[in-house]
């Protein structure tokens, strides 16, 4: 087994205040690419191996595409998605197996409850259970079986790594990331393949910048159709809503971004946590001319109300603490 990212390859990134005193601290990696791929800054080691996990969906997309998916602009968007569960997200996940002539019994993920919480209470009160087409990953695994009976290729076994379409998956992931070191198994069942963080940011910049037929559907879809991508609310949807920008978050504290023009942000959290990642990854692209400093102001207080950027460390500092009571300071 390869090994794996550690406090060795990783520096601060980010700061929680309350009332000017520095409560948490989180460590991890970040590295920014411009549009051909260079590296324009590096926090930590970008050549630290990571397991990006659902940041890795645009690609397995790509895959799923070249495997023979046949797949509407909004249906590519759920494959590459993250999604909330809402009664949208579970109509087009079961629109992709519908389109094949299979059912939610075919899923292999989880079942469980949205995420979005008005969802999930809707699910509840008309005495639903939790289900597949629910579960965050529905719309990559139905993705996967469209494009394994396409081929003609057994469904059952549809997440097995040595299944076609999964070799299919691996293959845009090294052509348009860089090497596997090593396969693991994701949450959702699915394989989950480990590569650095900076063959992460190639990635991203590669969904902006390839003249590949299928990476240019993968990247029109996220755009067109950011509430599929994660839900109305979320940060991956409001940042693709509000500048273009693809952001895909990944479980266990990752995030990648890329602009139109090809700048990509990657980010590692040690620590697995996703606090102030958005913010963090956007100042990075601030910083480097890739998106203005109005349009991350005008995001902060959509992403983070309490966060303000601090340029030179490109940490977030969150002071959380800013009540008083009666002239004193409140503890919230």
């Not at 920014?32 to 990006?52: H, K, M, N």
């Not at 999964?166 to 090593?182: D, H, N, R, Y």
């Not at 990642?277 to 692209?285: K, R, S, V």
């Amino acid at each position: 087994m390869a090994s794996a990212i550690d406090i060795t390859h990783c520096t601060e990134l980010l700061r929680v205040t309350r009332n000017s005193v520095v409560e948490s601290r989180h460590y991890g990696a970040a590295v920014v690419l411009d549009a051909s791929g260079e590296i324009l800054e590096a926090l930590g080691d970008p050549q630290a191996l990571i397991f990006p996990r659902s940041a890795l969906k645009p690609f397995q997309a790509i895959g799923s595409l070249r495997a023979g998916a046949v797949l509407s602009s909004a249906q590519l968007a759920l494959a590459c998605a993250s999604h909330l569960g809402t009664a949208r997200h579970q109509q087009l996940a079961h629109s992709v197996l519908a389109s094949v002539n299979l059912d939610e019994d075919h899923l292999q993920c989880p079942a469980s409850w949205p995420g979005d919480s008005a969802a999930r209470t809707e699910m509840i009160i008309g005495g639903h259970s939790q289900n597949k087409l629910a579960f965050n990953c529905s719309g990559k695994h139905a993705a996967f079986l469209a494009a394994a009976v396409s081929r003609g290729e057994p469904v059952e076994t549809y997440l097995n790594p040595e299944h076609p379409v999964q070799q299919c998956a691996l293959e845009a992931i090294e052509e348009f990331c860089g090497p596997v070191t090593f396969v693991g198994v994701d949450g959702c069942g699915a394989p989950a393949p480990q590569i650095s963080l900076h063959s992460l940011a190639k990635g991203f910049k590669n969904l902006s910048t390839s003249s590949d037929q299928h990476v240019r559907a993968v990247a029109h879809a996220m755009r067109e159709h950011p509430w599929a991508v994660r839900g109305p609310g979320s940060p991956n949807t409001i940042v693709n809503e509000s500048t273009g920008i693809i952001a895909k978050l990944g479980a266990e504290g990752v995030l990648g971004m890329s602009t139109d023009q090809g700048v990509s942000v990657v980010v590692k959290m040690l620590d697995g946590s996703s606090r102030g990642m958005d913010m963090l990854a956007l100042g990075l692209l601030v910083k480097h001319g890739a998106l203005t400093p109005q349009k991350l102001r005008e995001l902060a207080s959509r992403l983070a109300p309490a966060s303000t950027t601090e340029g030179s460390r490109a940490a977030q500092i969150h002071d959380v603490g800013q009540g008083f009571v009666d002239g004193r300071r409140k503890r919230i």
